[in-house]
């Protein structure tokens, strides 16, 4: 078990939890925003996906399908979006809720990020339907499984606690159609966790096998939002380097995920931009 990546995932766990509790606490969103700043900046989107989750699940627990406590944190944070919408996702999920009962427009990769949410809860939360059973939830379309698969392989990264053999284990169980994007999850999720090495990070493209390429894109996607938030740290500038022989400022800076229609064509477009070096060996 490597040590520093189990201390690394509670602390995402705790840094969520503490974004949820200060959305609680306080009602100002000045204050919110002050002491949501105050965590350090390595997980600080994470803080502010907890608060996001909670804000939303006060505006849906009072039936205003206009999110007006969810909305206010976006037009202040916008630097978080990708966060803010995965935590809209987790409270739709957890309210039970379809996305077609919001009354505010969700553009499609927005939507793909609250569904990626959606699908972590249910990864986290629903485990023995949607992983051990594998079923995908009545309100989940297969236009929308993309991204909510996205969700639940981070999950898998997290209940397994990175452990690269159970991750594999776990998702070979799984429709073959539907590996893919469980593996973005994973990649996505052992990036922005961090906690391994050069030599972890190989073992763990091995073992994707074919899905190898599907596994870089989640690496792209979390060294863009690392970016993005500023939030750089050792293990994406590891990653990059691992999978792509570039500095992580030089694979973010090659997209531009505001342009894309949605998380399908985002992937397209990485492995067009990095087709050399997504290749499996």
């Not at 935590?87 to 996305?99: D, H, N, R, T």
């Not at 972590?120 to 339907?129: D, E, H, P, S």
């Not at 079923?135 to 297969?142: A, F, R």
């Not at 594999?168 to 799984?174: A, D, M, P, R």
């Amino acid at each position: 078990m490597n040590n520093l990546f189990t201390e690394r995932i509670e602390l995402v766990s705790s840094t969520f939890r503490k974004g949820a509790e200060l959305a609680t606490e306080l009602q100002e969103l000045s204050s919110l925003l002050k002491e949501l700043d105050r965590t350090e900046r390595g997980f600080r989107a994470v803080v502010y996906e907890g608060a996001a989750m909670q804000l939303a699940s006060t505006d849906l627990e009072d039936q205003d399908l206009k999110m007006p406590l969810w909305s206010a944190l976006l037009e202040n944070a916008k630097q978080y979006n990708t966060h803010l919408h995965i935590g809209l996702g987790w409270a739709l999920a957890k309210m039970e809720l379809p996305f077609k009962d919001l009354s505010i427009d969700l553009s499609p990769f927005d939507k793909d990020k609250a569904l990626d949410g959606a699908g972590y809860f249910a990864g986290l939360f629903q485990r023995r339907v949607v992983i051990r059973a594998q079923q995908i939830p009545s309100g989940i379309s297969n236009d929308q499984l993309v991204a909510f698969d996205q969700g639940i392989g981070r999950s898998i990264w997290y209940i397994t606690k990175g452990d690269i053999e159970h991750v594999h284990n776990v998702i070979s169980h799984f429709p073959e159609e539907r590996r893919t994007s469980l593996w973005t999850g994973i990649g996505l999720a052992s990036t922005f966790v961090g906690g391994y090495q050069t030599d972890d990070l190989k073992g763990l493209e091995m073992r994707a096998e074919k899905y190898a390429i599907n596994l870089k894109c989640g690496v792209v996607l979390a060294i863009r939002g690392r970016y993005v938030t500023g939030s750089l740290d050792e293990y994406a500038e590891i990653a990059a380097m691992t999978y792509f022989d570039l500095s992580p400022t030089a694979v973010a800076e090659s997209l531009f995920p505001d342009k894309a229609l949605n998380n399908k064509d985002l992937i397209k477009g990485i492995q067009a931009l990095f087709r050399s070096s997504l290749t499996t060996s």
